[in-house]
Nanobody, 127 residues
Framework: VELLESGGGSVETGGSLRLSCAAS??????????VAWFRQAPGKEREGVAM???????SYASSVKGRFTMLQDNTKPILYLQMNSLKPEDTGMYYC????????????????????WGQGTQVTVAS
């Protein structure tokens, strides 16, 4: 599975961005893969932001709950991260990641749980 992120950019505090994660590869299927978004700020560890499970349930880090939403395109293998009410602490490189999930509830928002990663897209929120 190959993942390609896009949609990053620079916004002011309170602004919005929508990140996209396009998946490709003959074996990719939403019913088989969990997909998650992670972010990493300079000098900090990579942290989980949001994930969607194979049963379409979503979960979010407490720091973004109520502001970020994972969406999926029902006709294409593209997943989105809608980010509203952005804060300076949301600044970082955002990565899309995927993992084979035989059953729902088998993955969490930890980087080690995901085998496939994109190159990342930069998000900068100015104060």
């Amino acid at each position: 599975v190959e993942l390609l992120e896009s949609g990053g950019g620079s916004v002011e505090t309170g602004g919005s961005l929508r990140l996209s994660c396009a998946a490709s590869g003959v074996i990719y299927s939403r019913v088989l893969y969990c997909v998650a978004w992670f972010r990493q700020a300079p000098g900090k560890e990579r942290e989980g932001v949001a994930m969607i499970d194979v049963d379409d349930t979503t979960s979010y880090a407490s720091s973004v709950k109520g502001r970020f939403t994972m969406l999926q395109d029902n006709t294409k293998p593209i997943l989105y991260l809608q980010m509203n009410s952005l804060k300076p602490e949301d600044t970082g490189m955002y990565y899309c990641a995927a993992a084979l999930c035989q059953y729902a509830g088998t993955r969490s928002l930890t980087p080690a749980s995901y085998a496939h990663w994109g190159q990342g897209t930069q998000v900068t929120v100015a104060s």
